[in-house]
């Protein structure tokens, strides 16, 4: 079946500092791959995603790019600040059930001033 | 262009009541998808529906737990008999068409 692994958090950083999360999937055919944030007390918002593999998704200073030999969509910041503070959830979607996210666990990332 | 709403944003209910969820989608999504997010754990799919139409629902109990989105209304999310497991937080999610999900703020049910 599908399935998708993160790296276990919390993930503690201070300001200005790089961020890696890995994401690895398990998954039939040619997955659309996503990361979601998910601010406290909140929903999950959209942060970038990917269709194909070597699609490279950014936003806001994110980036992911859809390994297709790896199985992984690896989500890296340059210089991260206090207000990226979050949980961070790896996701994947099938062509065939695309209405069917799948999630990670999610990752939680602390950034401390 | 308001986002998605859900209400309540926290319900309690005590074991054997029912629990409504209600949520509105985006102004012209027609598709609806339902998550549960227990605690420390990551959302698990439910249901996808379209107006009137359940399209993916592999995700609900099968005992329970159901699911509409009328022609005219919110989509509901049912929960019959509440028991302390089913305490998490469900969000609903919605779209003008495939991958674009837009979720909302989620409603945190607590069974006591």
């Known amino acids: 079946g599908n399935s998708v692994t993160q790296m276990e958090g919390p993930v503690t950083l201070s300001e200005e500092a790089f961020l890696t999360i890995n994401c690895t999937y398990t998954?039939?055919?040619?997955?659309?791959l996503f990361w979601y944030v998910q601010y406290p007390g909140e929903g999950l918002q959209l942060l970038l995603k990917?269709?194909?593999?070597?699609d490279k998704g950014s936003n806001k200073g994110f980036e992911a790019t859809y390994r297709k030999e790896t199985t992984s969509f690896h989500l890296e910041k340059g210089s991260v600040q206090v207000s990226d503070s979050a949980v961070y959830f790896c996701?994947?979607?099938?062509?065939?059930?695309?209405?069917?996210?799948?999630f990670g666990a999610g990752t939680q990332v602390v950034v401390t001033p | 262009n308001a986002g998605v709403m859900q209400n309540p944003r926290h319900l309690v209910r005590r074991r054997g009541q029912e629990a409504r969820l209600r949520c509105s989608p985006m102004?012209?999504?027609?598709?609806v998808y339902w998550y549960r997010q227990l605690p420390e754990e990551g959302l698990k799919f439910m249901v996808y529906?379209?107006?009137?139409?359940?399209?993916?629902e592999s995700g609900m109990p099968k005992e329970r737990f159901s699911a509409e989105f009328p022609k005219e209304g919110p989509s509901i999310l049912r929960i019959q008999q509440v028991v302390r497991g089913d305490s998490a937080a469900y969000f609903c999610?919605?779209?003008?068409?495939?991958?674009?999900?837009?979720f909302g703020p989620g409603t945190r049910l607590t069974v006591t």
């Open positions: 999610a919605s779209s003008p068409r495939e991958y674009e999900q837009y």
């Open positions: 998954a039939t055919g040619y997955p659309s």
């Open positions: 990917a269709t194909k593999a070597d």
């Open positions: 996701a994947l979607a099938r062509l065939d059930s695309w209405g069917k996210l799948q």
């Open positions: 102004k012209g999504h027609s598709h």
């Open positions: 529906l379209q107006k009137e139409n359940i399209i993916d």
